[in-house]
């Protein structure tokens, strides 16, 4: 937002220079990021009369013009030939300075001597027209000093202004603030409800985005430029100067904050108006002569020939003010953020009034807004207002927020008694009822933002002053450090990196789509996705139940780009519909209400994951890699080793999945893509993923290492094979072999599997490598045979096999 200062001052003046009140507004939230002077260093450049014009013999172009400054006439050469005799034109004489310090002196052309030059807008830095001389207004003294009649030196105000602070993008919502903040005196215009028949009915066929119309017809006025101060202030605020109608619809925009459009009555069919939303098919030529599709979403204004506008983002070409405009409809509406911000977003047109509906209009602006510009319009073009109709079906109730002025003392540091914090909400215009101890605040209608308690908490400090605000360093007590919960998330990212992974923080948003992609069922938990109200786009439009979709799009980024081998991690939350199961869950409804948001470490790998040297290729990634990540994690925060079984859910391929668990309690599965799920997300065959919860890892943070003290005394080491059928995981057998060694195992380790004729069709032969130690006694041939006794009996019992002799 651009603010020249002497624009501001007329609704309030502080007294302050430019940069104090800089500092007033960026210390009350209105952060100023510069001062500037787009038109300062002009000098000696005077308002002249024309004399009379005559064409320089042997030139295409030039002209011999005669000009008086009221005391003497000069002869200048000029280029251009947009004016004529009686003219009054800003006349740089020599000695004069232009921007850049560029100082202006006497020429000879074509036999005749130039005093100076006619400047246009441009040079004089007031617009960007430089295609003819800038002919000022007729009542524009001769001989005055062009800096001084047009405030050449007005220093400009560029602000940044936040979304949560739309009002900060007018000038009376500026000078709303600098009076609260300051003082000052407000002087801001009354609003004038519509008298008469504006002559064009207005139907708003949907009330829940249009929520108010007011249409003011003005007969009678001429399209010409506006006058010389207003193209100067419309420049300096960052607008380009078009015409008398079209820069009082700017104007008035720049200082109520609610943006207006003007139609040619004339080109309107019927005429009336209606406010719905698009149909099918149809279609629009907008102001930037761009025919656009439009979508069913889109709000449309519409006379009886079909659409004339963009509700919100842009007028249509069909109804554009031209040079034979007569008569004009205003239209001062209102619209919802949201649909104004995605009928912008669909269209790629970001404008300077949809840019303030995105960040909110109160409707309570429309009738001040529609009486500022019908007024500016007859000023700068002629003409009367002759009717207009405030259409505004359901005005909403103002609401009412309860402040615990005790909660407010507490929560901001400062010792601000009710009466007090009652005073400082009622310089920025709320309406303050005593409750008690506490208030209830009804926030003014400029101010949509303010919303809740907290809303009021920010005001209340901010009108107070944050440098008034005591410095004090908090304490609970205690020291400062890392919950063990945070220890064990570092501990977990570190061993990571160790292992050859590298972590990604993608963003959060999936769209619908993706689950449908991975195919899963339809009872699935991760299909209760939650929508978001203004996605950034429709491939991220809900939050996301599953790692998955964001980790492959890091895949395909990288594959797309000549990196083949990638192998990512992230850790971070999923949003899954709530059960009593989830933590913190009491089956009350406000829980429910609200996703559960499990953290959870997701995995993604393909191509090489050991890279290819000079003595042996590259080996490419297979789920031991990823099951080798879990260990990773699981050794990281000692916890003991995580069981494995075969699955074959969705997006997995059949056959090479498994699901992980944790003394029984499910943690996630690890598996390879399934094809067609790979194809879909475009990444490469045979890529790898994996979702583990860390809810049971992250319990009570990193768990103490007890390390095991070798025996004194040898240890027994022997072999066993153990034959079963081919679909007993291998983990089963393990544990059976275990169970059956008796206390004394300190070891088990498979080392060979077998299958053929001596074992039989449908079977396999498992060998595993035990250890045997007791610290207190020498074991014993004896202590051997019981072991593999109870190996025998325990498979046998356990997993239907048999040892193999």
């Not at 001084?148 to 919502?173: C, F, K, Q």
């Not at 919100?312 to 070409?317: A, F, I, K, S």
């Not at 063990?484 to 993608?506: I, K, N, S």
């Not at 969705?650 to 094809?675: I, M, S």
Request: aromatic share 4%; with cysteine.
């Amino acid at each position: 937002m651009r603010v020249p200062l002497s624009w501001l001052t007329e609704y309030v003046d502080p007294g302050l220079s430019a940069e104090q009140l800089a500092d007033v507004l960026t210390m009350g939230g209105l952060e100023v990021e510069a001062i500037e002077r787009p038109t300062g260093g002009t000098r000696g450049v005077r308002v002249l009369e024309i004399l009379d014009i005559a064409k320089i013999e042997g030139s295409d172009k030039l002209h011999l013009v005669h000009a008086t400054d009221g005391d003497e006439t000069w002869e200048v050469v000029a280029g251009a030939s947009n004016f004529s005799a009686g003219d009054k034109v800003a006349g740089a004489l020599p000695g004069a300075v232009l921007q850049g310090s560029f100082e202006v002196g006497r020429r000879k052309m074509f036999g005749h001597t130039s005093n100076g030059m006619l400047a246009s807008a441009r040079e004089l830095g007031v617009g960007e027209d430089h295609s003819g001389i800038w002919v000022l207004d007729d009542n524009a003294p001769v001989g005055a000093d062009v800096t001084e009649l047009l405030d050449l030196d007005d220093p400009v105000l560029v602000l940044d202004v936040t979304p949560d602070r739309g009002y900060g993008l007018s000038l009376h919502g500026l000078a709303r603030d600098i009076s609260a903040l300051t003082g000052a005196e407000l002087r801001l215009p009354a609003s004038q409800a519509p008298t008469g028949d504006p002559g064009v009915p207005v139907t708003i066929a949907d009330p829940d985005r249009c929520r108010r119309f007011d249409a003011r017809t003005i007969r009678g006025v001429s399209v010409r430029p506006s006058p010389a101060w207003l193209q100067r202030r419309l420049a300096a605020a960052g607008m380009r100067p078009v015409s008398g109608i079209v820069d009082a619809t700017n104007a008035a925009m720049l200082e109520t904050g609610n943006p207006i459009h003007a139609y040619d009555l004339a080109l309107l069919t019927g005429p009336a108006i209606e406010v719905r939303v698009a149909r099918a098919g149809e279609r629009l030529t907008t102001l930037d002569g761009v025919e656009r599709a439009l979508s069913t979403d889109d709000l449309l204004i519409c006379d009886a020939g079909g659409p004339i506008a963009l509700a919100g983002v842009m007028g249509g070409e069909p109804t554009e003010i031209n040079p034979s405009t007569s008569d004009v409809l205003l239209e001062v509406a209102n619209f919802t953020p949201q649909t104004v911000l995605r009928t912008a977003r669909r269209h790629g047109l970001h404008t300077e009034g949809s840019k303030r509906w995105e960040r909110s209009v109160p409707p309570e602006s429309a009738p001040l807004a529609a009486t500022r510009c019908a007024q500016l319009i007859t000023e700068v073009a002629g003409g009367s207002v002759v009717g207009g109709a405030d259409h505004y079906p359901s005005p909403p109730a103002r609401p009412v927020i309860r402040l615990r002025t005790q909660h407010a003392r507490s929560r901001l540091g400062v010792d601000l008694d009710p009466s007090t914090q009652a005073s400082l909400l009622e310089r920025i215009s709320c309406t303050v009822v005593p409750a008690g101890e506490d208030l209830d605040v009804t926030p003014p209608t400029y101010r949509p933002d303010l919303l809740v308690e907290a809303d009021l908490h920010e005001e209340i400090v901010r009108v107070h002053g944050y440098a008034r605000v005591p410095t004090r360093v908090p304490s609970s007590g205690q020291v400062g450090r890392r919950t063990p919960e945070h220890e064990a998330r570092r501990a977990m990212r570190r061993m990571l990196a160790g292992g050859g992974w590298t972590e990604v923080m993608p963003f959060p948003f999936i769209a619908d789509a993706d689950i449908d992609a991975l195919g899963l069922p339809d009872a699935d938990r991760r299909r209760g996705t939650v929508p978001l109200v203004n996605p950034l786009s429709q491939e991220e439009a809900v939050l996301r139940t599953t790692l998955v979709p964001s980790l492959l799009r890091v895949l395909r980024h990288n594959v797309n780009r000549q990196r083949a081998d990638v192998a990512v991690f992230e850790i971070g939350h999923v949003y899954l519909p709530p059960t009593e199961d989830d933590p913190g869950a009491d089956g009350g409804p406000e829980q429910v209400t609200l996703p559960a948001e499990p953290q959870v470490l997701g995995l993604a790998a393909c191509g090489a994951f050991e890279a290819a040297r000079h003595d042996s290729p590259g080996r490419p990634a297979d789920l031991h890699d990823l099951l080798g990540a879990v260990d990773l994690v699981r050794d990281a925060v000692g916890r003991a080793p995580v069981a494995v079984t075969p699955t074959d859910e969705a997006p997995y391929h059949p056959g090479r999945a498994a699901r992980l668990a944790l003394d029984g309690a499910e943690l996630g599965t690890v598996g390879e893509l399934h094809p067609r799920v790979a194809e879909a997300f475009e990444v490469p065959p045979r890529t790898l993923v994996g979702e583990v919860r860390l809810d049971a890892l992250l319990d009570g943070g990193i768990r103490p290492r007890v390390a095991a003290v070798p025996s004194a005394l040898p240890p027994i080491r022997f072999d066993v094979a153990v034959v079963v059928d081919e679909d007993v995981p291998a983990a089963d057998v393990a544990d059976a072999v275990s169970a059956g060694a008796g206390p004394a195992l300190a070891e088990c380790a498979l080392f060979d599997v077998y299958r053929g004729p001596s074992v039989g069709e449908g079977r396999k032969s498992l060998a595993y490598r035990l250890r045997l130690e007791d610290p207190e006694r020498q074991l014993t041939d004896a202590d051997e045979s019981a072991a593999i006794d109870g190996v025998a009996a325990s498979v046998e019992a356990r997993v239907g096999g048999m040892l193999r002799r």
